[in-house]
């Protein structure tokens, strides 16, 4: 149930990425514990060879694939390995848990506030998605 709560989100638009360099022009503001952003499955979908470099140059991935919410938890890389420690505050962390702590099954204080805000309404140009193309997809 985890994984599909944490799905259903990033499909609900959770991470925003908003003022950063993948951000959309209608999406929210990054929190602050962002990582997982620069990431080539935001760029372009041919990547010219200048978006790869900027991907392999800034690359904050952490192990992990795509927008997620690092709060509570610290990773360091050991013989290239990501290690997660720490205890998870949201639902948005980018695994099921850490070797210290479960990931919970609901956000941390600054991305609850960010779902509140995401606009769900199909009628509008900025809305993130409709109902239906969850459906769709």
Excluded at 1 to 30: C, I, Q, S
Excluded at 44 to 63: A, C, L, M
Aim: net charge neutral; hydrophobic share 30%; charged share 25%.
């Amino acid at each position: 149930m985890k994984t599909l709560n944490h799905e259903l989100w990033h499909k609900l638009g959770m991470v925003p990425k908003g003022g950063r360099h993948f951000g959309g022009r209608y999406e929210l503001d990054a929190p602050d514990k962002l990582y997982g952003d620069v990431d080539l499955i935001y760029g372009p979908e041919n990547p010219s060879q200048s978006v790869k470099d900027y991907v392999k140059r800034y690359d904050n991935s952490k192990g992990h694939r795509g927008a997620h919410c690092e709060r509570g938890a610290s990773a360091e890389k050991a013989d290239g390995v990501w290690e997660w420690s720490g205890k998870p505050e949201c639902t948005m962390f980018g695994a099921t848990s850490t070797e210290d702590a479960s990931t919970p099954q609901k956000f941390c204080q600054v991305c609850a506030k960010l779902v509140i805000r995401q606009n769900l309404d199909p009628a509008h140009s900025d809305a993130v998605l409709s109902f239906k193309s969850l459906l769709d997809s």
